[in-house]
């Protein structure tokens, strides 16, 4: 493997690839070992974009092209993307106080490790390959403003009971994602917006800047340091929470009969609740009681979009155990639709860290679009890699998926297959406010069960916006909100999400429908 010298970020211009500075020459660039490396050497050199994906014992051969097979191995460094088009990053008025910022993440402790990384990989392997089924969601766009313990534990537990009914349906581990601790970006479709004659940036997200429409909406460098130390702070609770009871397996049962008996449509699920709660209680009799830690801890990564590149910049690090680069800002981190250019900057840097990685497609994808972009991104086929995540609507995805799971197929690639419904079913409600029909998002999902049981792939998972809080901001589901309902609690700076309800209760169907899946499956269907 090809090694050349570390480059650091620039010092002239935050987007520019010259001039880079460097720290004192008693200090070395931050580095975490998972375990120390042996190694005597004091220097630590950066690598080739081949290590994007390791060698893999089910490694699939593709052809490419002459010119596409250079377009994925030529050099990669720490600062490469900034000599490609960068998209959705925002303006700073003082070049100097970025880069002040930035050394001082750039000197902050990993908010994650690269063991944890590689261990998400592995699970994401598995949904790949049908064996598993992986629930991701979160927050449109986390909130300095609402950041409780309270919030945090909600949606965790939330996705904890939504974890167990999968897995009940399924029969298979579901790996637990969290769009959290980090999702503080968001791209924005113009870069200024006006309002009584007055004209500022779009909000991008706390990170970059507030959503109140004032000055505060320039962009503000030191709003990084905060997304760093709050993204820390909620890890650390997660991790409590993953370990320290929330996630007993009798308490969480007990949650989702009590959801079931409390709806509209309750009987639905109540079969389903208590088949659960017959088999929890057998497991019990096995011997295998609360005190079991199976039954009282669980798995559970973090993920956001990485869009604003500087930032990601200052949390890579280099693995010592492995010799490679790892993004410690989160487990896992995703291409957004406007950001997933061949030549663009956001690409350019993904293909360099070890992260498992994600792509959002929407039903503009050319397939052989994605086949180059997985390939740039992958170009080993490592298993685990690759989460496309599709964000269509219903109709759109009936027509699109089949088109885009056969080039993917036919080029060999191994991706995990994810379904978005909420980014293609936004509309607008009478009263003007943004939301998300439930009917809308069940039938994407539905149509995503039925294209791939019709091309026999792999649905692999579901992606979703969504909180722990009993906010208004997507219609229907049960109880039923309706749009006379929306500005009661309606709390979102983004886009409209879930609320508990309305999420555990698309959790069972989706379950149903797993199930489904793995009896048609036993009986040879």
């Not at 008025?93 to 880069?99: H, I, L, Q």
Request: glycine fraction near 6%; charge should be neutral; proline fraction near 5%.
């Amino acid at each position: 493997m090809a090694l050349m010298n570390t480059s650091l970020l620039s010092s002239k211009s935050l987007y520019s690839n010259t001039n880079s500075f460097s720290k004192p020459k008693d200090q070395s660039r931050p580095t975490f070992a998972l375990p120390p490396s042996n190694k005597n050497s004091t220097s630590l050199p950066t690598i080739t974009a081949v290590h994007a994906a390791e060698s893999t014992k089910n490694q699939v051969a593709v052809k490419e092209s002459s010119t596409f097979t250079q377009s994925i191995t030529r050099k990669w460094t720490l600062d490469s993307w900034k000599s490609k088009k960068i998209l959705q990053l925002p303006h700073y008025r003082d070049e100097k106080k970025v880069e002040s910022v930035l050394k001082t993440i750039e000197s902050f402790p990993p908010i994650i490790f690269a063991g944890e990384a590689r261990n998400l990989e592995e699970r994401l392997a598995e949904a790949a390959m049908g064996k598993a089924f992986l629930l991701q969601g979160g927050d449109c766009a986390e909130s300095f403003e609402e950041f409780s313990a309270n919030n945090i534990r909600n949606t965790f537990m939330l996705l904890i009971q939504m974890g167990v009914v999968l897995t009940y349906g399924g029969q298979m581990p579901v790996v637990k994602v969290g769009r959290m601790a980090g999702q503080f970006a968001k791209p924005s479709s113009a870069e200024f917006e006006e309002k009584n004659g007055m004209k500022l940036p779009s909000y991008k997200g706390d990170i970059m800047n507030a959503h109140v429409f004032d000055k505060s909406r320039i962009p503000d460098p030191q709003r990084m340091i905060r997304a760093y130390t709050q993204s820390a702070a909620t890890l650390n609770l997660l991790r409590a929470f993953a370990s320290g009871g929330y996630a007993v397996m009798q308490g969480v049962a007990h949650w989702n009969l009590d959801f079931a008996k409390n709806i509209e449509q309750g009987d639905r699920f109540q079969e389903l609740a208590d088949h659960l709660d017959e088999a929890l209680g057998f497991m019990a009799a096995a011997g295998v009681t609360v005190d079991d830690p199976i039954m009282k801890t669980t798995e559970f990564w973090t993920s956001h979009e990485c869009l604003l590149l500087p930032y990601e910049q200052a949390l890579t690090r280099l693995d010592s155990t492995s010799g490679l680069y790892y993004n410690c800002s989160a487990h896992m981190v995703w291409c957004g639709e406007r950001t997933r250019r061949l030549d663009g900057a956001h690409v350019e840097f993904l293909r360099g860290i070890a992260n498992p990685l994600a792509i959002k497609v929407s039903d503009k994808m050319d397939p052989n679009e994605l086949v180059k972009l997985t390939g740039i991104l992958n170009p080993h086929n490592k298993p685990g890699r690759i989460t496309i995540i599709t964000r269509m609507g219903a109709d759109n995805l009936r027509v699109k998926l089949p088109h885009l799971t056969r080039a993917i197929g036919r080029a060999g690639h191994i991706v995990t297959w994810v379904c978005d419904p909420m980014h293609g079913n936004t509309i607008e409600a009478p009263c003007g406010l943004k939301t998300r029909a439930f009917d809308a998002i069940l039938a994407e999902v539905q149509a995503f069960f039925d294209v791939h049981e019709q091309e026999g792939s792999h649905p692999g998972g579901i992606h979703l916006e969504m909180t722990g809080q009993d906010v208004t901001e997507c219609v229907g589901g049960s109880p039923t909100v309706i749009y006379d309902d929306l500005s009661s609690c309606y709390r979102t700076l983004c886009d409209p999400r879930l609320n508990s309800s309305q999420s555990l209760e698309l959790a069972f169907i989706i379950a149903e429908r797993l199930r489904s899946k793995r009896i048609g499956l036993s009986l040879g269907l």
